[in-house]
C-alpha cells in the first residue's frame, strides 16, 4: 500500500494561510464528516486520475466557512470551504472548482505567506475533529463531529495567486475535465457567477468573493477557457444525476448542523417530505434536543433507503447523544458494515460500545477503535476512546501511548513526550507500539525545540 500524505503537515501549512491581507485573524474549523468527505473523494477521483496524481496521496479537507473558497496550501491536498458547497447549484460546478485546484498541485505553485513563522506563533494545531457527532470527554454535541481537537485553527493571509499562474491552472482543469470525460460547463457556469459577484460587490471583502480574490477572475480569463471546453469532446457530457443528488443532500445536512434550529425548520419546513428536508430537520431537532422528532425524520430517511449508511449513521449518533448507547450499536455496526469500517464510523461505533458502560464490549470497542486509527492516525477522538479500553483491561503502556497520539495533535507537546517516553520504557522492546512510542516522543521533542528556538 501507497503511504499516504501526512495530514498533519497539511493542515501545519493551512494554520499558517487562507483569507487575505490586512483581514483580522479569524477562528475556524475543519469538518469531520464521513459522507461528504465521500462525496468530495468521488467528486475528485475521475480527474484525479486524469491528473496522473497517485488517488492514495490527495487529500480533501472540508472547512467550516461560509465564504466560497477552496485552495491548496503545499502537498497534495485541496480544501473545500462549506461556503463553496453552499453556493454551486450543481456537482459539475464544484468538479469544475476541484479540477482548478489539481492544476495548483500538478505546476507546483509554491504557496507564499505573508510573515509566515510570525503568524506561526499563534497557531493552535488542527482541529482534526472526531468523526460525526462525539464529544471528547463523552458529552456530544449534535452534529456531524465538529469539535476541536486543538482550539480553533487561527488562519491568516493566504494565496497571491499571479494571473500567470491562474491562467495556467485553468488550462490544467480543463484538460482534467477533458481527461475524466466531465462537462466544463459547471466550471465556466460557476467562474462566471463569481465574477458577477464580484462586479457586483466592487471587489469588495464580501464573502462571496471570496474565491475571486483569491483566484483573479478576469471575464478575458473565463472567455479563453470557455472557447477552450466548449471544443472539447465531453462538453455536452451528461452530468451524473447520483452526484447532483448527493450534493443536495450534503448540502441539507451542512445546513442542519451549522444553522440554528428555527432557521433550518423554517428554510425545511414539515410539508416538505424531500430527503434533503428528512435530513436537515433531522439536525435541527437534534440540535434542540427534540430526541422524538430527530428520531422520526431519521426513520423517515430510512424507511425509505434502509442500507443508507449515512442515513444508519444519523441514527446512531441521535441515540448515543441522546444517552441511549445500547440503542444506537444497532445503526452504528449496520453502517460500519455497510462503509467496511469507515474509520469515523468505526470511531463512533467505538464510542457507543464504550458509553454501554459493559465490558463485555470493550474488546469489540478496541477492535474497532484500532481499525479506526490504523486508517485515519488523525482522529484525536479515537485515540481517547483507544486509550479508555486500555486503560480498563489494565493495559497503563498502551494507554500512555494513546494518550501520547492524540495530545501531539493537540499540541500538549509536554505532556505528548510523557507520555510517550513512560509508553516506551514498558511496551515490548521492538514492537510496533514501542516504535511508535519513539515517533510520537521524536515529533513531540522536535515540536519543543522548533518553539523554544523561535522564542
Known amino acids: 500500500m501507497r503511504a499516504r500524505s501526512n495530514p498533519l503537515a497539511f493542515c501545519l501549512a493551512l494554520l499558517a494561510s487562507l483569507l487575505f491581507a490586512g483581514q483580522p485573524v479569524l477562528a475556524q474549523s475543519i469538518l469531520r464528516d464521513a459522507e461528504t468527505e465521500q462525496f468530495l473523494r468521488d467528486l475528485a477521483a475521475p480527474l484525479i486520475e486524469a491528473s496522473e496524481l497517485e488517488p492514495g496521496n490527495v487529500e480533501l479537507v472540508l472547512i467550516n466557512d461560509n465564504s466560497i473558497n477552496a485552495f491548496v496550501a503545499g502537498g497534495q491536498v485541496i480544501y473545500v470551504h462549506t461556503g463553496l458547497l453552499n453556493a454551486a447549484e450543481t456537482a459539475n460546478e464544484v468538479q469544475g472548482v476541484l479540477a482548478h485546484e489539481l492544476g495548483h498541485i500538478t505546476a507546483g505553485h ?64 480543463a484538460r482534467y475535465l477533458s481527461g475524466a470525460g466531465i462537462s466544463g460547463k459547471g ?120 442500507d443508507n449508511p449515512w442515513f444508519l449513521e444519523l441514527k446512531g449518533q441521535v441515540l448515543l447523544e441522546s444517552g441511549r448507547p445500547r440503542d444506537a450499536l444497532v445503526p452504528l455496526r449496520r ?71 492524540q495530545q501531539v495533535m493537540n499540541r500538549l507537546y509536554p505532556q505528548a513526550l510523557a507520555n510517550a517516553q513512560a509508553a516506551e520504557a514498558y511496551l515490548p522492546y521492538g514492537s510496533a507500539d514501542w516504535i511508535r512510542a519513539q515517533d510520537v516522543a521524536l515529533e513531540a521533542r522536535a515540536e519543543l525545540e522548533r518553539v523554544k528556538n523561535r522564542r
Open 110 to 173: 509554491v504557496v507564499r505567506f505573508n510573515e509566515r513563522t510570525k503568524a506561526a506563533n499563534g497557531i493552535s494545531i488542527l482541529s482534526l475533529l472526531l468523526g460525526v457527532g462525539a464529544a471528547l470527554a463523552g458529552a456530544g454535541e449534535a452534529g456531524m463531529g465538529i469539535i476541536a481537537a486543538g482550539q480553533q485553527a487561527a488562519l491568516g493571509t493566504f494565496l497571491a495567486f499571479n494571473r500567470n499562474q491562474e491562467a495556467a491552472t485553468d488550462l490544467a482543469g
Open 335 to 405: 453502517a460500519t458494515e455497510l462503509t467496511r469500517a469507515h474509520p469515523l464510523i468505526a470511531g463512533m461505533l467505538g464510542h457507543a460500545l464504550i458509553a454501554t458502560e459493559d465490558k463485555a464490549n470493550f474488546a469489540e470497542a478496541e477492535n474497532v477503535l484500532r481499525a479506526s486509527v490504523q486508517r485515519d492516525r488523525y482522529n484525536p477522538f479515537a485515540w481517547y476512546q483507544l486509550g479508555v479500553v486500555y486503560e480498563a483491561r489494565g493495559d497503563i503502556p498502551r494507554a500512555r501511548l494513546a494518550s501520547a497520539e
Open 187 to 306: 466550471m465556466i457556469a460557476f467562474f462566471e457567477r463569481l465574477r458577477g459577484n464580484e462586479i457586483r460587490a466592487g471587489y469588495s471583502q464580501a464573502d462571496e468573493s471570496a474565491y475571486g480574490r483569491t483566484h483573479p477572475l478576469t471575464g478575458d480569463r473565463i472567455q479563453v477557457l470557455r472557447d477552450l471546453l466548449a471544443q472539447d469532446r465531453a462538453w455536452n457530457a451528461v452530468p451524473d444525476p447520483d452526484l447532483q443528488e448527493r450534493l443536495v443532500r450534503v448540502r441539507a445536512k451542512l445546513y442542519g448542523y451549522l444553522n440554528q434550529p428555527a432557521r433550518t425548520l423554517a428554510n425545511y419546513p414539515a410539508r416538505d417530505t424531500s430527503i434533503a428536508a428528512h435530513y436537515a430537520r433531522a439536525y435541527a431537532y437534534h440540535k434542540d434536543a427534540r430526541v422524538d422528532l430527530a428520531l422520526a425524520e431519521a426513520d423517515a430517511l430510512l424507511e425509505r433507503e434502509p
